[in-house]
C-alpha cells in the first residue's frame, strides 16, 4: 500500500501562485510514476499532469501547460504542482495519485492509489 497526502490549497485571486505538495509512504521503495487529477463542482475528475520515474518524462493537459509544473523530490517521496497564474477555472479538488505504469497514469484517469484531495479556489 502507498498513502498520499496532498497540502498546498487555498482561496487565492486569479493571478495567484500556489504549491501544491503530496507525500507519500509506505511501499515507496517501488518507483512510481505520480500525478495531479482534479475535479471541479459538477464535473469529472480530469488528468492534471503526470511524472515519471525517476523525473525525466513529464505530460500535462493542455489548459494548464504553460502555467504549471510538476516536478518531484525522490529523497523525500514528495512530488509538487506549482502553479502560477491561477484562474477562476482551475478550481477545483486536486487529488494526488499514483501508479506502477507512467502511460497509465498519463493516459486517463485511473491510478493505483489516490491521496484524500485538496482544496484550491481561484476568486476573480
Known amino acids: 500500500q502507498v498513502q498520499l497526502v496532498e497540502s498546498g490549497g487555498g482561496l487565492v485571486q486569479a493571478g495567484a501562485v500556489l504549491r501544491l505538495s503530496c507525500a507519500a509512504s509506505?511501499?515507496?521503495?517501488?518507483?512510481?510514476?505520480m500525478g495531479w487529477f482534479r475535479q471541479a463542482p459538477g464535473k469529472e475528475r480530469e488528468f492534471v499532469a503526470a511524472?515519471?520515474?525517476?523525473?525525466?518524462?513529464?505530460r500535462y493537459v493542455d489548459s494548464v501547460k504553460g502555467r504549471f509544473t510538476i516536478s518531484r523530490d525522490n529523497d523525500k517521496n514528495t512530488i509538487y504542482l506549482q502553479m502560477n497564474s491561477l484562474k477562476p477555472e482551475d478550481t477545483a479538488v486536486y487529488f494526488c495519485a499514483a501508479d506502477e505504469s507512467y502511460g497509465v497514469l498519463s493516459g486517463g484517469n485511473t491510478a493505483e492509489y489516490w491521496g484524500q484531495g485538496t482544496q484550491v479556489t481561484v476568486s476573480s
Open positions: 511524472i515519471s520515474w525517476p523525473g525525466l518524462n513529464t
Open positions: 509506505g511501499r515507496t521503495h517501488i518507483t512510481y510514476a
